[in-house]
């Protein structure tokens, strides 16, 4: 089929699994930073949580790599479009524990 790519997902299927792994990153993130530096409100600036969000956004690609995805035919939009959408959920996730005070 002319819409399928090389490891035979389609290229709707394989925008649904990056965005969901990319999403799903970023929530788990959220809760590794906030068991690793608490959610108190010193925990906000511990350059520990920005490291943890790192670590997953790297941790990413060998599992989308695992999982069928070619990431070999990623551009820099795509690296960009993962990073921003860890980040995004990371972000909006470790806000809602740190200013609800969640004690995980």
Not at 14 to 29: K, N, S, W
Not at 59 to 64: E, K
């Amino acid at each position: 089929m002319a819409t399928e790519t090389q490891t035979g997902l389609s290229k709707h299927i394989r925008g649904v699994t990056v965005t969901t792994l990319a999403c799903l990153a970023g929530v788990a993130a959220a809760l590794v930073s906030g068991v690793l530096v608490g959610t108190t409100v010193t925990a906000a600036t511990n350059n520990v949580a920005v490291g943890v969000l790192g670590a997953f956004v790297l941790a990413q690609f060998p599992v989308l790599r695992v999982i069928g995805i070619d990431v070999n035919g990623f551009g820099v939009k795509d690296y960009l479009y993962v990073v921003f959408m860890t980040f995004s959920l990371w972000f909006i996730s470790f806000a809602i524990l740190l200013t609800s005070g969640v004690q995980l």
